[in-house]
């Protein structure tokens, strides 16, 4: 079963601080990740997507992929009241494939 | 900023009724997709179209489904004889092409209740 993980939370952060999301994945053959963000009874609205190894920065958000370890990370600095949301991760599986696998998302909420 | 819809926003159905769902993707892109969630769970992928074909589907997209691009804007899901267990809120995405590194933008979602 191909999965991929995430710690629901919730997720408490201090306003201002950085807040850390985690994401492992099960197919070593994933090839693109994706982070989205989902306010409660809202659609996903994407944050930032990875391809490659190693860290991505756009803003106060950046995502972090470890593909020898399976994971990917979302780091928010600066952490506002308006953070506050559900992070999904999605991962497009395999080749010739665009379906996006979910996690089941952390709940990020932070303390003003 | 160019974004894909959905219509109705809401919809509540007796089951065994059916029900379309509209989505109007972004204009220039050429993929669609229909994914859903139950509330309090994962999303979850139903089925890719492109070029009036569906590529690819998942195993919760039984004969029930069907999906069709009547016209050159709307992109429709039908489910034709609903089950309680279809309420949920069901999202439009679209993509300029697909492939892995495409990034799929989703719509505001129809919430659909079975009674």
């Known amino acids: 079963q191909k999965e991929v993980e995430q710690n629901s939370g919730p997720l408490s952060v201090p306003e201002g601080a950085i807040a850390s999301l985690n994401c492992t994945y099960s197919?070593?053959?994933?090839?693109?990740f994706f982070w989205y963000r989902q306010y409660s009874g809202k659609s996903p609205e994407l944050i930032m997507f990875?391809?490659?190894?190693g860290d991505k920065e756009d803003g106060r958000f950046t995502a972090q992929l470890n593909k020898a370890s399976q994971y990917v990370s979302l780091l928010i600095r600066d952490s506002q009241p308006s953070d506050s949301a559900t992070y999904l991760c999605?991962?497009?599986?395999?080749?010739?494939?665009?379906?996006?696998?979910f996690g089941t998302g952390t709940r990020l909420t932070i303390i003003p | 900023e160019p974004e894909v819809t959905q219509t109705p926003s809401h919809q509540v159905t007796q089951m065994g009724q059916e029900v379309i769902l509209r989505c109007v993707p972004i204009?220039?892109?050429?993929?669609f997709y229909w994914y859903r969630q139950i509330l309090g769970q994962k999303v979850e992928f139903l089925v890719s179209?492109?070029?009036?074909?569906?590529?690819?589907k998942s195993e919760i997209f039984d004969d029930q489904f069907s999906v069709e691009r009547p016209d050159g804007s709307n992109f429709t899901l039908k489910i034709r004889s609903t089950k309680l267990e279809d309420s949920a809120m069901y999202f439009c995405?679209?993509?300029?092409?697909?492939?892995?590194?495409?990034?799929?933008?989703f719509g505001p979602g129809t919430r659909l209740l079975v009674l």
């Open positions: 995405a679209s993509s300029v092409a697909g492939g892995m590194q495409e990034t799929q933008y």
């Open positions: 197919d070593r053959g994933s090839q693109s």
């Open positions: 990875i391809y490659s190894n």
């Open positions: 999605a991962v497009n599986i395999s080749l010739g494939n665009e379906k996006l696998t």
């Open positions: 204009s220039n892109h050429l993929y």
């Open positions: 179209f492109y070029n009036n074909e569906i590529s690819e």
